[in-house]
Nanobody, 123 residues
Framework: QVQPVESGGGLVQAGGSLRLSCAAS???????IGWFRQAPGKEREFVAAISWPVPYTYYSDSVKGRFTISRDNAKNAVYLQMNSLKPEDTAVYYC?????????????????WGQGTQVTVSS
C-alpha cells in the first residue's frame, strides 16, 4: 500500500508563502492525491486535489487563486504551493491517496493518509 509522507510545514506571517510536499513511500504515486486540513476544533476539510494520469486540479473555494497543487511523476511527489496565506489557513495539513470509490472531493474516498504537517500563519 502506498504511504504518503508530508513535509514543508512551518510558521509564516500573513501574506507569506509555504510549499508543502507529499512523497510516496513504498509504491509509485499513480493515484489521485488530495490535500486536506484540520484546524483545532474543526472537521477535516478538502483543500485541493490532483488527478492521475492527466493532472486535472481541484480546489476548495477558500483557497482557489492562492494555492496551487502540482505533481512530479518522475519524483513520485505532489506539491501544494500556498501563497497569500491568511491566519485562517492555520491547520494541520494532510496528504491523502484516493484508493476508494467516490468523488475527488469526498474525504471518505481517501484510504491512505500521511501523518500531517503543521502550518501556522501569524497575523
Amino acid at each position: 500500500q502506498v504511504q504518503p509522507v508530508e513535509s514543508g510545514g512551518g510558521l509564516v506571517q500573513a501574506g507569506g508563502s509555504l510549499r508543502l510536499s507529499c512523497a510516496a513511500s513504498g509504491r509509485t504515486f499513480s493515484y489521485k492525491i488530495g490535500w486536506f486540513r484540520q484546524a483545532p476544533g474543526k472537521e477535516r476539510e478538502f483543500v485541493a486535489a490532483i488527478s492521475w494520469p492527466v493532472p486535472y486540479t481541484y480546489y476548495s473555494d477558500s483557497v482557489k487563486g492562492r494555492f496551487t497543487i502540482s505533481r512530479d511523476n518522475a519524483k513520485n511527489a505532489v506539491y501544494l504551493q500556498m501563497n497569500s496565506l491568511k491566519p485562517e489557513d492555520t491547520a494541520v495539513y494532510y496528504c491523502a491517496v484516493q484508493t476508494l470509490s467516490g468523488t475527488i472531493y469526498d474525504i471518505r474516498s481517501y484510504g491512505s493518509w500521511g501523518q500531517g504537517t503543521q502550518v501556522t500563519v501569524s497575523s
